[in-house]
Every structure is written in C-alpha cells, then in structure tokens.
C-alpha cells in the first residue's frame, strides 16, 4: 500500500468541506475549495466594476450607467407584465387623532390581490405619499415596529401606503385552513420556495415584488389627495431590498430611504452570504453590478441609506457603497442626494432609524427640515389592520400566487422551448452547453494520486482530479484483478462517495471498473432538514449564479473531465464506458451522456423527473442545485434523455419535487418526447424506465 499523508489529510478535508451541514446567515464558514474558487472568479468581477465605477467623471458617463442599470434590472427580474384594471376597494378602516386608516385591497395582476394600509392625514390635501414596503415580517405592514413608521409619517402629514408582500401577512402563498397555519413558515422561507419556481421560467421573485410597488404608486396617482410629483418610497430589510429595486424600475419616485439592506458584495460573500430568493440575481456580479448601482440608478434624486454598525449585512461594505455612490452623485451636482445615516445598534427599523426617515422625507418631499423626533406612538392590534375578512387572501378570495402564476407561464412557455424545434443533435447539445455555462474542455486533466491498495480482488486508487485550474475533486477509481480491457462506469452520488458502497462492490465483482466521484459542492448529506434556507447547497448555488456559472453545471463538467481522464487509463476500454448517477446524481449523469456521445450508456436513479415537475409542485426540496435559470426556455430533461438515444438509457425510480417515487405511468408521459427519439432510432427498448429497479422502493 503506498500512501501520501498530507496528500490523504487534503482528500480526507475536500470530502468533508463538501459535506456540510443546514447554515443559517453568519454561521457559513469558508474553506472548501469550491468556495475559493468561486471566491476568485467574483474578485475579478467587483474589482472590475470597481474601476469601471471610478472612472465615471462625467454626467453623460454617469447617464450612460443609469440606462444600463435600469435595463439589466427589468431583464433580470423577467420583464414585466401588462398592467391590467386595478379593481381597487377600501374594505373598511378606523380613525385615530390626526389621521385615519383606510383597508385597501388592489390587484397588480388578475386575481393577485395586494393587502394594505393607507394611512391619511388629517389636513389639506394633496399629500405628499411614502409607500411603505415591509421587510420579512410574519405579519408584514402591520408588525409594531412597521406602524410606528408608518404611523410616525401620517402624523407628519404624509399619505403612507403599507403594503404586504407577497408571503408574508395576509398573503401567506401556502395557507392550510384546515389548521389555520401555513404549509411553509412565511416570510424568507415562503420566498425562497416560489423564488426557486421563478428561475426556472427565467423570472424572478422580486418581479412580484417589484411589480406591487408600481402597481402600488399606479394606485396612489388615482387618488385625489395625493401629490404624484412628491411620491417616495421607504423600507427597511427585505423592505430595504425592495425599496432599492424601486429606485431603479420606477421612476416616478421622488425620495427613497432604504434601510438596513445596503452594503457591498465584497464584504456580504463571505459572511452572511447570499441571502433569500429576491436578494440574488443569476449574472449580477459577472454583469458588473453592485449594491451602490441601485442608488447611482436613482441619482441625482433623493436617496439614503440607512445603517446598523452590528447589522448582518456588514457595516463596512455599506460605508464603502456611501463612498463610491456619493462621488457618482458628485459628478451630477447632487453629493447631498446620497444620504447615509449609521447607528450602533443591530438590524431592523429602529427608533433612530426611523427618525432618519422621517427627516429625510421632510425635507425633500416636504421642502423643510425636521428634527425627525418620534412622537408618542401606540400600535394598533395586528388584527385591526387585515383588509381580508380572514385574515387571509386564499381564505377569502382564493386568486393566484406566485406559483401559480409562473406554472402558466411555464406552461405557455414549454411547447415553445427551443429543443422541442432542433433536429440537429449538435445544435442541441451546444444549446444544451450554453445553457448550463460550460467551460470548454481540452486534453487529459490532471490527477495526483492520494493512496493506492490492492488485495486479491484488484486495486483501488483515490485521487485528486483538476478539473479546472485550481478546482480539484476527490474521486477513487476501482479496477477488477485481471489483465484485460475493462469495461467501466462512472459513479457519482448526492449522497457522497462513500454512499452505495454495495452497488459499486457489485459492480467490481461482476468484472466492471468503477470510478466513483464526487463533483463540486457534493459529498456526504448537504443540509439535514428538508429547508434549503441557507444551507450548504443553497449558499453555493447562488454565488455561483451571481458570477455567471450554475451549480449543475460545473458538476457536468466535472463528470464530463472524469470521462476524459478515465479514456486515457489503458486497462479501460474507451468504448465501454457508461455513467450511473444516483439522485441529483442522476440529473448530472444524464446530461453528460447527453453532451459526450462516447458513453455508452446512462443510469439516472433517484433524480428529480423533469423541471416542469419542479415548477408543477405545491411544494419542493432541495432542488436548487440542479435549478438552471430560464431552463424551460430552451430545454427539460426529458429533451435531455433524448440526446442519449441510441444507447441504453436507464431511468429509475424518479421522484417528484418533494422527493416522493413516480409511478411509472406519470414516469413514460412525461418522457413521451423522448420515447419519440428512441423509436425514431429504432431502438425503444433500450429506454428502459422502472419505478424502483426492482429494489422495491428507494
């Protein structure tokens, strides 16, 4: 037995980098080579971008950037829709001294019911109007520390409109009546859920978001005591976040305040990390964007940023911004539009805070200064502002929710898709690369050997194998005693390299040379609950998509470099080489066979059936590994399995979206498209697709 102790130290720590476990923000601790090199490939975008920033010195430079902001913001959200009647009605409301509170319902799309609040001054009209978007309350805009802010503007002679977001207050998206409490915790969780549904489609979760608020300022301009040309917007958290996206999509705004979001990616990769669905956008530091352009976008209008020093998204990164978006403001004139206010406290819409939003929206959207004190302020009951009967919008009204609206667009969507016009399988397997954002391949990659043994059955090799420079992943090759050509087969698990060690023993037994591997971000359970909240998983798939790249398909691309390396060993017989892949491990294999037509055949076991069964579900987990953005635009997996035609194919036991087994029938509808290939070739029987691989259930 030969063996190479640190060389063993770095295979034995790349596996368990790889394995990781559920993080939540602040406790995701860097180290594994996958994140470095992640890490490298986003330094050269931010530094990039950086130095594009600093040479605006001119306010047609300056205007320049504004139009490609605003562009790349509506492209990345998915574009928007058409605006339709807004059937907006006041279901009730209450006075209190000094203004009163009206219970709003409008719908920003058909049957896509908004819930708010207007609160309105006692005095003469027009007002000037603040809408109020919430952070990731459960009860959104009705929460205490929500209405002091908002009920801290009436009472300075705003018009403030609160609305819920979607997922949060009386927009729960997965509400149970029989038990009175959502399916999905709301919030964050909600988001996330629907968000992984919306990149599918090539949209976003922050479309939805985006879209209330101008359909919300839509609203405001049809109400007589409301000044349209003094309208600003005002948020903290994941109200923060949406306030900033307005500043760029509507520019009817006058005045933003954005709180307790702004910062810098630089100093948020690390720690926190990448937060919920509509705070990550595929492309957005590979674009050359940053947090500061949200507020160069709205210059040289009124706009500040309001800090925590002990906040999660870190104070440094949001000093740095201030610095960088007050010179950009400079070069227009207007360096006093940027505003910054930090305090020493930790996240949220607190009193200081609050004060600050106060005297900035005094002063330019009331021409006066304002020392900003809050008055004496009591809270409503959460309950006194439901503008739904229920409490709920499903319970008393049913309409659409985000899923539902992204399944119609899928389904209108996928007939069109561009797979379903290609007859040429090299334009498909191109459109199929492009898609996933493979790098290119060339020769051999290299492999270090980290310990050899060999006992009477054969030998067994583990390896490090550079399948890019500087990105290395652990894999052990197993080849049978004997002396002549193998056959072989490829061998990768979600679950890890140490998973189904009896399957890939028995396939060494039966005379067949295995190399078992685990691509990037893989190996040992990724997160041990079913949420993907900020796992392991979820983390390395968004900073992967904000520098341009998708999880699933640096994973192709490791198995596809596994194939090359494997070709070159001359006890394996190149020709006869297949892949087996065991749940996401399946969706992987299946698109190496499609892309390197020298596999000889593909087993898919275990794996998700399509992404339409992703979008279809009410639910899902952990499907954001294998999730690549506007995917159902061009291609679905069964498209994908259809490129494997004319060799053997093996699809067994597929599962839905939450992991439940598929019965064969659903099974063979949904690979209908493949079926076709295979009889065109004249080989059906080759596809073979069984529901457990006569194991009796996985």
């Given at each position: ?623 954001i590994g294998v999730v690549v953005p506007g995917v159902l635009r061009e291609f679905d997996l069964p498209d994908v399995a259809g490129m494997v035609a004319p060799r053997p194919l093996n699809l067994i036991s597929l599962r839905d979206a939450a992991g439940n087994r598929l019965p064969r029938e659903t099974v ?31």
């Amino acid at each position: 037995m030969k063996q190479h102790p640190l060389l063993t130290l770095i295979f034995v720590a790349i596996c368990a980098a790889a394995a990781g476990n559920l993080l939540v923000p602040g406790s995701y601790q860097p180290g594994d080579e996958l994140y470095r090199h992640l890490t490298a490939q986003a330094k050269q975008h931010w530094n990039a971008r950086r130095s594009k920033v600093s040479a605006l010195t001119t306010p047609s430079e300056v205007q320049a950037r504004q139009k490609f902001i605003r562009e790349w913001m509506t492209r990345a959200v998915g574009g928007f829709p058409e605006k339709t009647p807004l059937n907006a009605r006041i279901t009730g409301g209450f006075a209190r001294d000094g203004y009163r509170v009206e219970h709003l319902i409008f719908e920003s799309q058909p049957q896509f019911y908004v819930t708010a609040n207007v609160y309105v001054p006692a005095g003469r009209a027009p007002f000037p109007a603040v809408l109020g978007v919430a952070g990731h309350s459960v009860t959104g805009k009705a929460i205490d520390t929500y209405q002091y802010a908002w009920i801290g503007l009436v009472k300075r002679g705003f018009l403030v409109i609160a609305i819920d977001p979607p997922g949060q207050g009386e927009r729960s998206e997965y509400f149970d009546a029989a038990t009175g409490k959502s399916t999905v915790p709301i919030g964050t969780r909600q988001h996330s859920m629907a968000g992984t549904q919306c990149l599918l489609t090539g949209t976003t979760f922050a479309r939805y978001e985006a879209w209330d608020g101008i359909r919300a300022v839509d609203y405001l301009l049809t109400r007589g005591d409301v000044d349209a040309k003094r309208i600003g917007v005002a948020g903290n958290s994941g109200g923060g976040t949406q306030s900033a996206y307005l500043a760029v999509l509507e520019p009817r705004l006058a005045a933003a305040v954005v709180s307790c979001y702004m910062t810098d990616w630089e100093q948020l990769w690390e720690k926190p990390g990448p937060q919920d669905a509509e705070q990550n956008f595929p492309e957005f530091l590979s674009s050359g964007l940053n947090f500061g352009d949200f507020m160069i976008a709205f210059a040289p209008k009124p706009i500040t940023m309001l800090t925590a020093i002990r906040d999660y998204f870190p104070i440094a990164g949001g000093r740095a911004t201030h610095a960088e978006v007050k010179r950009v403001f400079g070069v227009l004139g207007a360096a006093e539009h940027a505003g910054y206010f930090e305090h020493d406290d930790n996240h949220g819409w607190h009193q200081p805070r609050r004060e600050a939003t106060y005297r900035w929206l005094t002063k330019y959207l009331q021409g006066k200064d304002d020392d900003g004190r809050e008055p004496a302020i009591t809270p409503e009951p959460e309950a006194n502002l439901n503008a739904t009967k229920t409490g709920q919008v499903v319970t008393s009204f049913g309409g659409e929710t985000v899923r539902s609206i992204n399944l119609k667009l899928a389904e209108r969507m996928y007939p069109e898709r561009q797979a379903a016009k290609i007859s040429d399988p090299e334009k498909l397997r191109r459109l199929i690369a492009n898609t996933l954002k493979l790098p290119s391949r060339a020769g051999t990659p290299p492999a270090i050997v980290v310990d050899t043994e060999s006992d009477a059955r054969g030998s067994t090799t583990k390896y490090l194998l550079e399948t890019e420079p500087g990105l290395r992943i652990p894999m052990t090759l197993t080849i049978p005693a004997g002396g002549t050509r193998r056959a072989a087969m490829l061998y990768l698990s979600s679950a890890g390299l140490s998973a189904d060690r009896e399957r890939i023993d028995a396939m060494v037994t039966s005379g067949t040379a295995v190399l078992a591997f685990d691509p990037r971000g893989w190996g040992g359970d990724a997160s041990s609950t079913n949420s993907e909240e900020y796992s392991t998983e979820w983390q390395l798939s968004q900073r992967a998509l904000l520098i341009g790249r998708r999880l699933v398909g640096m994973q192709v691309h490791d198995a596809l470099r596994a194939f090359d390396y494997i070709t070159q060993r001359p006890e394996i017989d190149p020709q006869k080489i297949g892949i087996t892949g065991d749940g996401q491990g399946g969706v992987v294999a299946l698109f190496a066979g499609a892309l390197e037509p020298r596999i000889a055949s593909v087993t898919a076991e275990g794996s998700v059936a399509s992404y339409m069964t992703i979008v279809r579900a009410e639910t899902h987990a952990r499907m954001i590994g294998v999730v690549v953005p506007g995917v159902l635009r061009e291609f679905d997996l069964p498209d994908v399995a259809g490129m494997v035609a004319p060799r053997p194919l093996n699809l067994i036991s597929l599962r839905d979206a939450a992991g439940n087994r598929l019965p064969r029938e659903t099974v063979e509808r949904e690979y209908a498209f493949a079926r076709m290939r295979y009889e065109k070739t004249r080989k059906a029987q080759l596809l073979r697709i069984d529901d457990d691989g006569g194991k009796g259930g996985r």
